[in-house]
């Protein structure tokens, strides 16, 4: 069970948003400064460019590119990775994991992607047990079990985003193991060590902790300790 701390980027700056909605953005600063903090404690970190996720094309790129050189952390990245030209990008200066939303239903694309990078990771981000798209703004008609029945044998590592939870800091949704062996990472609502524990229970292999970290309701080291 590994834990990623968020950084989500808006304008530049780290942020949180409350169930993804960008009218209620609550900023937190220097992201590098962030990273730099969260590089003393592990090695991998998650971020989101959430105004890639609203206009559809990454746009912190140069930012997510600066983490990486002062701090040396392992990035997976997600917010608007809708073309190929976009994800190339990514890896070519040093992301381990692109984080493909919207675009994880168009097969085609999909497979390309899939045959020419590594590490590519499917994001099923949840309202009401269906699947959220371009920037969890429309709803889609399809079930995250259906998405996953259909998208698992071209990738083999999925984040499962809990969207009502998110920002929320009122702990996880409650869920049971749908997934196989791939490898399957939580996201949403995670305020205690309670719920890493719960997750861990469940069958996840890592958890995303954003706000809950950023507010002091829980603490890296305590996290790590208990895992």
């Known amino acids: 069970m590994r834990v990623y701390p968020a950084i989500d980027l808006m304008s530049g700056k780290a942020v949180r948003l409350y169930k993804g909605k960008k009218e209620s953005v609550k900023v937190y600063g220097d992201p590098v400064e962030i990273a730099k903090d969260f590089a003393k404690l592990l090695d991998k970190i998650h971020v989101v ?39 190339a990008k990514a890896y070519s200066i040093g992301v381990e994991n692109v984080i493909i939303g919207t675009k994880a239903f168009d097969l085609g694309f999909l497979e390309k992607v899939t045959q020419d990078f590594g590490g590519i990771t499917v994001s099923l981000d949840a309202r ?29 590592r999925f984040i499962y985003t809990a969207i009502e939870k998110d920002g929320t800091l009122t702990g996880i949704e ?23 524990l719960k997750l861990k229970e469940i069958g996840f292999s890592g958890a995303i902790v954003g706000k809950a970290l950023y507010e002091e309701k829980i603490s890296l080291e305590e996290i790590l300790e208990v895992l």
């Open 128 to 156: 009401g047990g269906r699947i959220a798209v371009k920037g969890w703004e429309e709803e889609s008609s399809i079930s995250v079990e259906e998405a996953y029945e259909m998208l698992r044998k071209y990738v083999n």
């Open 49 to 87: 460019d959430l105004d890639g996720a609203f206009e559809g094309k990454p746009k912190n790129l140069d930012i997510v590119r600066g983490i990486i050189e002062e701090t040396g952390l392992k990035i997976q990245v997600g917010g608007g990775f809708r073309d190929y030209e976009s994800i």
């Open 174 to 196: 409650k869920i049971e193991r749908f997934w196989g062996r791939e490898e399957f990472i939580y996201a949403g609502g995670v305020s205690s060590v309670e719920d890493i």
